[in-house]
């Protein structure tokens, strides 16, 4: 009989759910977003986030479920992701979980959202017939986390380096929300960086004493806002701003159309430090730890096209793993992936399991 998992995600700004069969073969993905809602603001707002999880949950649970035609006696368990993320967004995918395990009598699987990330990839590279080898190098690059593990198996992490102030991806909207580029502003800086020239902008890279896999990108991003202060921007950053008051994404041709050509060059430097930053990261991360044969990438700025170029033409000597644009960024499909391993050792959760908006994978 085919061992079938129901996961939701609920960690940050997006209502996921999902049903996975056997491992690789997904029955149906829905993913609602939330991203109309938090563009006014620029950013996630907790507590609207939450409000939209408890909205969202239930129909998107339910069609989950009808996609894949399947009916709650179907289920052989139920995940969903216990951290990191927003603590009231957590709490309501997590609660929902809870409450179909206690209704069923199917058991309930924890997840770290970190260790999905991890998944997908993995979940992906078998479809493929090519298993992702082991130990790998993970890299997971999102708005919310920056962190290089090694992956010694599934499920067995130690973590080698991390980011000591802002995500790679919180950098990236900011730097776009300072620019009047609106939010989430990561993917706008992708698509017109290949129009500037990465050196034309000279940025800095931070050295930093201890561990010298840590990341940093708080001083990239106070770069960025000093030499936009020295460049008399605020026109240009008001024209940006009004075109999105329209409440329509601009096309690419519209946004170049409001952006000079020294703004393109500063989206160009900006992204190319942050991409040589992580690059580096990798490099010694594989130098220093000889024995890995995989490197996965993921993470929602695993979507960045100028990312996966050089990471995949850099010399690092192993294969590299992305995952596909849609399961880089937050979705249930991850959560399941990482729950089968965890369902075939009967790592099980009770139903007091709290939500841990800091918790860490290793």
């Not at 969903?80 to 309930?108: D, E, M, R």
């Not at 921007?233 to 008051?245: D, H, N, Q, S, T």
Request: glycine content about 10%; overall charge negative.
């Amino acid at each position: 009989m085919p061992t079938r998992i129901l996961a939701i995600e609920s960690s940050c700004d997006e209502t996921a759910a999902a049903v996975i069969e056997d491992e690789t073969r997904i029955l149906s993905s829905l993913v609602a977003s939330q991203f109309p809602v938090h563009g006014k603001y620029g950013g996630v707002v907790p507590e609207l986030a939450s409000r939209e999880h408890l909205r969202a949950i239930v129909p998107v649970v339910r069609e989950a479920m009808e996609r894949a035609s399947l009916g709650w006696k179907d289920l052989d368990a139920v995940a969903a992701t216990s951290g990191p993320g927003l603590a009231g967004s957590l709490l309501v995918g997590l609660t929902y979980a809870k409450a179909i395990a206690f209704a069923t009598g199917i058991p309930l699987i924890a997840v770290n959202h970190i260790e999905g990330h991890i998944h997908a990839v993995i979940l992906e590279a078998r479809q493929r017939g090519n298993p992702v080898e082991f130990p790998a190098l993970a890299l997971i690059v999102s708005g919310g986390h920056t962190h290089m593990y090694e992956a010694q198996e599934a499920g067995v992490y130690r973590l080698l380096g991390r980011t000591r102030d802002d995500a790679a991806g919180e950098a990236f909207d900011k730097v776009a929300k300072l620019l009047g580029f609106g939010y989430p502003g990561g993917p706008v800086i992708d698509q017109l960086a290949p129009y500037g020239d990465p050196h034309g902008v000279r940025f800095t890279i931070a050295h930093m004493k201890g561990n010298a896999l840590d990341f940093s990108f708080s001083g990239l991003k106070t770069a960025v806002l000093r030499w936009v202060e020295s460049h008399d921007m605020a026109g240009e950053i008001e024209v940006r701003k009004r075109l999105l008051k329209n409440g329509v994404q601009p096309s690419v041709e519209e946004w170049l159309s409001v952006t000079p050509q020294r703004t393109r060059d500063l989206l160009a430097s900006f992204q190319g430090t942050v991409i040589e930053e992580l690059l580096r990261h990798a490099s010694r991360a594989a130098e220093e730890n000889d024995g890995v044969r995989s490197l996965i990438v993921s993470g929602g700025v695993a979507c960045n096209s100028g990312l996966r170029a050089a990471v995949t033409q850099a010399a690092t000597g192993l294969p590299v793993f992305f995952p596909t644009a849609a399961l880089s960024t937050d979705n249930a499909v991850m959560i399941a992936a990482a729950a089968f391993p965890k369902f075939r050792r009967g790592e099980f959760a009770s139903l007091d399991v709290a939500a841990e908006p800091n918790l860490a994978l290793a």
